[in-house]
Structures are given as structure tokens and as C-alpha cells.
């Protein structure tokens, strides 16, 4: 998934001018550290629909900033997960049936949202942390 924020190097520009460069690393690892932490707690949202053991709901995680370019991924803290989430996504067949499982798009409207709201979030969480 990607999304491009409009206007945030004015942002930025204005935070280094004001803050400096140091401060303004800082404040933009946390602006992304929280926005990962909404995510995170979106997917978990998404993926307690169709809870069975709660592994899948436990093991989401949202990981630290990363480099080139700036980022925060969501997503398990298990690699054994992904083929169970997956098959909840998208759905199987099972003895010549397609099978639709409770989970199917649950994920895909996670996404959505975070798309819708994560940009307005973090530009808000920007202008606060900058004054």
C-alpha cells in the first residue's frame, strides 16, 4: 500500500525551520511510530471478526520506523500467520467447493480505511507536534 501526503514538505520545511533538523527526525518518527500504531489497531479490529484462537488477533504487530523512504509496516508477528490470513482473505477450495469464510475482505476494507484516514492523521499529528 502506498499513499502520498500533499503539502508535507511545507510541513516539514516549516518544523526544520522552526525546530531544527534533529527535533524534526524526531518528531516525524513519531508522528509514524503513532499512525502504526492506529493501523495496527485497525487490522485488529478487522482480523477479531472471525476469531477462533485469537493467535491471528495477538500477533498483529506495527514494526519501527524504517528507512528510504520513511515508513511503519503492519503486519504479523508470526510468519506461520500469513497463510492462515490469507485464506481468510481470499477464501479456498476445499473438496471442489469454494469456501467463503467469515473473514473474506475483512482486511481489504482495513486497508481502505487506513488509506482514508491515516494521511489526514498524520498531517494533523505534524501540525501538532510542530507548534
Do not use: C
Not at 6 to 16: F, N, P, T, V, Y
Not at 54 to 79: C, D, F, M, Q, Y
Not at 96 to 115: F, N, S, W
Amino acid at each position: 500500500m502506498s499513499v502520498s501526503l500533499q503539502g508535507e514538505a511545507d510541513i516539514l520545511r516549516a518544523i526544520e525551520a522552526k525546530l531544527g533538523k534533529t527535533r524534526t527526525t524526531r518528531i516525524v518518527n513519531k508522528v509514524l511510530r503513532n499512525a502504526g500504531e492506529r493501523n495496527k489497531k485497525i487490522v485488529q479490529k478487522a482480523v477479531s471478526s472471525y476469531i477462533d484462537t485469537g493467535k491471528t488477533h495477538e500477533l498483529v504487530i506495527s514494526s519501527g520506523v524504517k528507512s528510504n523512504p520513511k515508513r511503519v509496516e503492519t503486519g504479523w508477528a508470526s510468519k506461520e500467520r500469513a497463510p492462515i490470513v490469507h485464506l481468510n482473505e481470499f477464501g479456498y477450495t476445499r473438496f471442489g467447493k469454494y469456501v467463503r469464510p467469515r473473514g473474506m475482505g475483512k482486511l481489504q476494507a482495513a486497508t481502505d480505511e487506513i488509506k482514508a484516514t491515516s494521511m489526514a492523521e498524520m498531517r494533523a499529528d505534524l501540525e501538532e507536534l510542530g507548534r
